[in-house]
């Protein structure tokens, strides 16, 4: 997955010159001024990211960027010149995925880029110098001003994401994605080493038994050890206003027990704190306003029709 992500300099400015209407190998080396044999490379490069679409004409080869939610946004963010090219490049486009809806802290950001900390702090450091980052302390996030590069992580990370899932699976769809992860259902896999089972899939091997014909599934490439709170918030996230979802993470959290603090960090994470704080009120007992969450009553009757005490 990281290779959809890291991108050297010559093939974002092959990739803006395609988007500005070169589109024979010709072209492009006489407009990123490389060689044949680089221009095709590069070429191949972008077309295994599933950014460009390279067809033959008879013995002419045309090129075209894709039609792939992140090549589109990569098109629309380089569109006119106007955005340099070099906060992009290599390590730090997946710097700005991970911090592209929520801050983070330096340690989370390289647990999710498979970097060292030092790496990543050297990494934000350069990107401060862009005005691509903020920086306070150890906690990195995207300058919320910037209209045009947020629309971009989030619309790239979207792409991104669906165009993965489709070397996994035929039949899948995705539900949620956050930077550099996501949640999708598929009612078969066909190569997903990174993928684990989450949601009401991941609780039905738990001993709670919901029907479904769809499976649920969380994506990660740093493979996190999904615990209980984990799985009880991706079931929210698929369908955040649900009063089922929110009943079955409830009894799912009262069947395999949860860490409170754990709980409202990764509710912050992925950003559902408010309501992982309104979970763990109602789990406490005390009344909470919120539509979606289940009659006390309700409850009760799931509990003891799963025999959770």
Not at 131 to 160: C, W, Y
Request: proline share 3%.
């Amino acid at each position: 997955m990281l290779r959809m992500y890291v991108m050297k300099k010559n093939e974002l400015n092959m990739f803006r010159a395609i988007c500005n209407g070169h589109m024979s190998m010709a072209d492009l080396k006489g407009a990123t001024g490389v060689s044949s044999i680089s221009a095709y490379r590069i070429a191949q490069s972008l077309a295994s990211k599933r950014l460009i679409v390279v067809r033959r004409d008879g013995k002419r080869s045309v090129i075209s960027p894709s039609s792939h939610g992140h090549s589109k946004a990569l098109a629309a963010y380089l569109e006119g010149n106007r955005r340099p090219v070099e906060p992009l490049v290599g390590s730090r486009l997946l710097v700005m995925l991970s911090v592209s809806n929520y801050p983070k802290d330096l340690g989370r950001i390289a647990k999710e880029v498979r970097l060292s900390s030092e790496s990543v702090r050297r990494l934000a450091w350069v990107l401060k110098g862009y005005g691509a980052v903020n920086q306070e302390r150890q906690m990195v996030s995207i300058p919320e001003s910037d209209v045009s590069l947020v629309r971009f992580l989030k619309d790239f990370s979207k792409g991104a994401c669906s165009a993965f899932l489709e070397d996994m699976t035929s039949t899948g769809s995705v539900l949620w994605s956050e930077g550099l992860e996501f949640i999708f259902a598929a009612r078969g896999l066909d190569n997903a080493p990174y993928a684990r089972e989450t949601g009401i899939t991941a609780m039905s091997r738990r001993g709670l038994e919901f029907m479904s014909d769809t499976r649920y599934y969380h994506y990660a490439y740093w493979r996190p050890r999904l615990r209980p709170e984990d799985i009880a918030l991706h079931n929210i996230l698929v369908d955040p206003y649900s009063a089922r979802s929110m009943a079955y993470s409830l009894l799912f959290l009262m069947k395999e027990g949860y860490d409170q603090r754990y709980l409202l960090k990764q509710g912050a994470a992925v950003g559902i704190g408010e309501l992982a704080r309104q979970m763990m009120v109602y789990l406490d007992g005390e009344a909470v306003a919120g539509a979606h969450f289940p009659d006390r009553a309700d409850l009760d009757q799931l509990r003891a029709q799963y025999g959770v005490d």
